[in-house]
């Protein structure tokens, strides 16, 4: 190695001395490349070399690490915009806490208890900081002055759309297009097929499972997780792309599989850009790429198909590939592309299928774990109807109001999404005493908001009364957001929620099974029925849906 610098070294100063001879050049340079020239790289490698070993000898490593962490320390306690606000002390010195907590542990859990411990605003990262009381909250997200993270444009395979744009003009556009798709008048028009694919499917295939039970007469064990993920994405597919699809009942779980990995790949590119460089882009392709790239084909296909079905002169189907496809803003006349149609109709059904699936998961359980509620909810629906009615939302909305209670309170004590991470504009913003510098980020904690005592009598209780003639609270409810940035599918999760939830506690009779860890008897410190685990995913699932989401099924008398 060291003959290999040495030749390479004597050749380099033969070429410079060649230049310096045979082209003029002004007299500082020629003094710089005869220094160059002169330099002994052998040496200099060498000398390098040692001054490397050196430095990662072990007791200099650890004295670095000793001086790099007092001078962080130092920073955080005396000199950070930050030092005064309250918080775990860790968390001052380095994002990585923050970073292992929503890899490892359920974040919503962790707001909710940091909030308790710290107060209602608290250093999240150096740099970071959590937003946890509702009023907090609704200023940062009605404006769009407080942009999202940066983190949400290093998604590169996808156009930019209403859910990763931090363009607040693209947004509104976007908004104004697609507003009334998902506005309950748009809904209207879709509802017997969010029905036929939906609630209809899931009878179908529960009495299926009660007709081919090894358990007893009448009777079955379900995993209602599973059965409502798979419903709530053949809801979204049938409306986005025009066919009738049916995982649910068929087993194909095609459109779940694309679904996976977009977002998998779209949440890697978030939190780590890196892999869509050299080397690691290749391997990310290989793992994920393909999956994503057949479901836009399959999009595009879908469009196509849509076209030659209109140039039939068939009617227009109602139906959300339609209406994306017609979508035109009011004020500037212009419709989205195809391109734009398959990624909106995609972002649809990432956001929105297992958002209403989990919403639905965390009803039944704490319907179980509080079964005076149960009973309560059953009573009111079977008053109402009879039991082989097909009950439509606005048949919901008008009968049933305490469902409608139970949905919202289950959207406040379990909510699906976690936090919502924006970032402070000029001139910085003053929160409950604490100033927050420009270009910081906050994490808007929806779940501390929904749980804030200051705004929740005895927040960790299950209690849907809070919501039955209640708009205020309504209102304070963020699961599902606020202001103008808003979920535009939240008609959709409620279209949803209310039909199935109102057509399966009329047909069916519950129970837990004997083997239920989560129980109305298993009871935490205070004395309230202990929630079942969740776990950070495309939402807040539960972490052991396979063990704790079971039920006992039969028909009602």
Known sequence: ?????????????????????????????????????????????????????????????????????????????????????????????????????????????????????????????????????????????????????????????????????????????????????????????????????????????????????????????????????????????????????????????????????????????????????????????????????????????????????????????????????????????IKMTSSQVITETIMVLLSGADTSSTALAWTIHLLMIYPAHYKLVVDEVRRAFSRDQLITFDMAKEHLPYLEACIYESLRLCPVSTNLPRIIPKGGITLRGHYIPEGFSVAVSTAAANKNPDTWVNPHLYDPSRFINNDANRRNLLTLSAGVRICPGRHLVMVEMMTTLANILNRYDFALPADAIYTPKNLDANGLPVIMPRTNLVAMIPKYPARDCNLIISKRP
Not at 20 to 45: E, F, K, M, Q, W
Not at 193 to 215: F, N, P
Not at 286 to 304: E, Q, S, T, Y
């Open 1 to 333: 190695m060291d003959a290999a610098l040495a030749s390479s070294s004597l050749h380099f100063t033969q070429a410079l001395r060649t230049i310096d001879r045979t082209i003029t050049v002004p007299h500082a340079l020629r003094g710089v490349s005869s220094i160059v020239a002169n330099i002994d790289y052998a040496s200099l490698s060498q000398q390098i070399l040692a001054a490397v070993s050196w430095a990662l000898r072990p007791s200099h490593v650890c004295a670095g690490v000793v001086v790099y962490t007092a001078w962080k320390t130092v920073y955080a306690l005396c000199f950070s915009p930050l030092r005064n606000m309250p918080g775990p002390f860790l968390s001052r010195l380095s994002s990585l806490p923050s970073l292992i907590a929503g890899l490892t542990r359920c974040t919503n859990d962790d707001m909710v208890s940091d909030c308790e411990q710290y107060g209602n605003i608290y250093v999240m990262e150096p740099q970071k900081v959590a937003i946890c009381h509702p009023e907090d909250c609704r200023l940062i997200l009605s404006s769009y002055s407080f942009i999202k993270d940066t983190l949400y444009e290093n998604v590169d395979f996808m156009e930019p759309n209403i859910f990763l744009t931090r363009d607040a003009e693209l947004n509104k556009q976007r908004r104004r297009q697609v507003g009334p798709t998902l506005s309950m008048a748009g809904l209207h028009k879709m509802e017997p097929t969010i029905l036929a694919a939906g609630v209809q499917q899931l009878m179908d295939k529960w009495d299926t499972y009660i007709e081919q039970s090894t358990i007893g007469t009448n009777k079955a064990r379900v995993c209602y997780y599973y059965d409502m993920t798979l419903m709530s994405f053949d809801i979204i597919s049938s409306l986005g792309f025009g066919k009738e699809h049916r995982s649910l009942t068929t087993g194909d779980k095609t459109i779940s599989h694309w679904v996976e990995k977009t977002f998998a790949l779209m949440i890697i590119q978030m939190v780590l850009p890196a892999v869509k460089r050299w080397p690691l882009r290749g391997l990310v392709n290989r793992l994920l790429r393909k999956d994503v790239d057949d479901f836009f084909a399959f999009g595009h296909r879908a469009i196509n198909e849509r076209k030659h079905h209109l140039s039939k002169g068939l009617a227009k189907p109602n139906d959300i590939l339609q209406s994306f496809i017609d979508a035109e803003d009011p004020e500037s006349n």
